[in-house]
C-alpha cells in the first residue's frame, strides 16, 4: 500500500506542477481542430464528413486505372515510339510493371485484404503513434521524467517518507511507474483524438475487426510476395506498444542522467 501511495502521490504532483505541458499539449490539438475546420468547413463549405468509399472500388478504380495506362504504353509499344527497347526504363519493363500492380490489386480483392491506408484507424495509428505527434510527446516525457527526479525531495514526498521510511529504489520505482502511467494515458488520448480527425476527413468510423496487409518492404508495391495479414486490434497494440517502447527508453535515460548526477 505504502508504494501505491508513492505511486498515486507523483501522478498527483506530476498533474498539479506540469499542467503547463498538458495545457500546451491540448493547445496543438486545438490550433489542429482549428485548421481542419477553416480548411473543410469554411473554404470547402462542408459541414459533414463526405460519402464513404469502400476500399474495395478505390482498388476496382485503380485497376482500370492501371489496365488504360497499359493500353497506352501497349499502343506506344506497337507505334514503336515507346522509347529504349531494353533496360529498366524500357516500354517492356514499364509492361510488366504495370501488369504486377493490376495483380497485386486483384489479389488483395480476391482475397478480402484491405490496405494498410483503407480504414481511418490504421492510418490514425500511424500518424498518431509513429509520427512527429509522437516524437513531440516521447520528447515531452523524457523532460517530465527528469523533473520527477528534480523534484524527489519535495515537501509531500519528504513527509511520505518520514512517516513510512522506504528505500530511495522504491521511491525511484513509483516515479518511474507513475511517469509511465502518465504517457500512456496522453499516447491513448492522443491515438483518439487523430482518430477522430480522421474519421471525420475520411467520412467513416470504418471497422475496427477486420484485417489490414502490410508490405513487407515499404518501398514495393502491396501484393502477393510483399504482404504480411494483420488484424487492425493488433496493428494498433503493435503500433501503441512501439510507442511505449520508446517512451520507457527515453524515460529510462532520463531517470539514469538524473540519478546519477543528481545525488
Not at 509520427?131 to 509531500?156: K, P, Q
Amino acid at each position: 500500500m505504502l508504494f501505491v501511495s508513492l505511486v498515486r502521490n507523483e501522478l498527483k504532483k506530476t498533474w498539479r506542477s506540469r499542467w503547463i505541458v498538458f495545457a500546451v499539449m491540448g493547445g496543438v490539438f486545438l490550433l489542429i481542430a482549428g485548421g481542419l475546420y477553416t480548411y473543410y468547413v469554411i473554404s470547402q463549405g462542408r459541414w459533414s464528413p463526405p460519402p464513404a468509399v469502400a476500399w474495395q472500388t478505390t482498388l476496382r478504380a485503380d485497376i482500370a486505372n492501371y489496365q488504360q495506362q497499359l493500353g497506352f504504353i501497349e499502343q506506344a509499344k506497337q507505334q514503336g515510339n515507346g522509347g529504349p527497347s531494353s533496360g529498366p526504363f524500357s516500354i517492356d519493363s514499364a509492361i510488366t510493371q504495370v501488369k504486377q500492380r493490376i495483380a497485386d490489386d486483384q489479389y488483395l480483392l480476391d482475397n478480402n485484404i484491405a490496405p494498410l491506408q483503407s480504414y481511418s484507424i490504421t492510418v490514425a495509428a500511424l500518424f498518431a503513434m509513429g509520427g512527429i505527434v509522437m516524437f513531440l510527446i516521447i520528447r515531452i516525457f523524457g523532460w517530465l521524467a527528469s523533473e520527477e527526479i528534480a523534484g524527489e525531495r519535495s515537501d509531500r514526498t519528504l513527509a511520505i517518507l518520514l512517516s513510512r521510511p522506504m528505500g530511495r529504489t522504491q521511491l525511484l520505482l513509483a516515479k518511474a511507474v507513475a511517469s509511465f502511467l502518465i504517457s500512456l494515458a496522453v499516447v491513448v488520448v492522443t491515438f483518439l483524438i487523430v482518430y477522430a480527425v480522421f474519421a471525420f476527413v475520411e467520412g467513416s468510423v470504418g471497422p475496427v475487426t477486420s484485417q489490414v496487409g502490410l508490405a513487407v518492404d515499404a518501398a514495393k508495391p502491396l501484393g502477393a510476395s510483399n504482404l504480411v495479414v494483420m488484424p487492425i486490434p493488433v496493428f494498433v497494440l503493435m503500433c501503441l506498444g512501439a510507442t511505449m517502447l520508446g517512451v520507457l527508453c527515453v524515460q529510462g535515460m532520463s531517470f539514469l542522467v538524473s540519478a546519477v548526477f543528481g545525488r
